[in-house]
Nanobody, 117 residues
Framework: QVQLVESGGGLVQPGGSLRLSCAASTSIFSGNTVGWYRQAPGKQRDLVATMTATRTPKYAESVQDRFTISRDNAKNIIYLQMNSLKPEDTAVYYC???????????WGQGTQVTVSS
């Protein structure tokens, strides 16, 4: 049973930083594309950042140059470093992994990020 568990969310002031972590219960990240998505109240879940197995990142325009996705396959963890946070970054953040073998997607349960003064 694959489980993804996010952590690191919380309340931060505008301009602050947070680092989210997503730990997998198995070595499922290795060889697969991983990603971070977010969902604000009343809105759809949107892509934040992804990283391929070859470590090519892709970012939503709204977070480009502020957020950084990274992965540590040996520890079965992916990260999202978030700098210069804005109130509009407030959302529940979810990590996922897409299996290259069949396209199946595993999701974490989400972690709340609130940016407010």
């Amino acid at each position: 049973q694959v489980q993804l568990v996010e952590s690191g969310g919380g309340l931060v002031q505008p301009g602050g930083s947070l680092r989210l972590s997503c730990a997998a219960s198995t070595s499922i990240f290795s060889g697969n594309t991983v990603g971070w998505y977010r969902q604000a109240p009343g809105k759809q879940r949107d892509l934040v950042a992804t990283m391929t197995a070859t470590r090519t990142p892709k970012y939503a325009e709204s977070v480009q140059d502020r957020f950084t996705i990274s992965r540590d396959n040996a520890k079965n963890i992916i990260y999202l470093q978030m700098n210069s946070l804005k109130p509009e970054d407030t959302a529940v953040y979810y990590c996922n992994v897409v299996l290259w073998t069949n396209g199946y997607i595993y999701w974490g349960q989400g972690t709340q990020v609130t940016v407010s003064s």
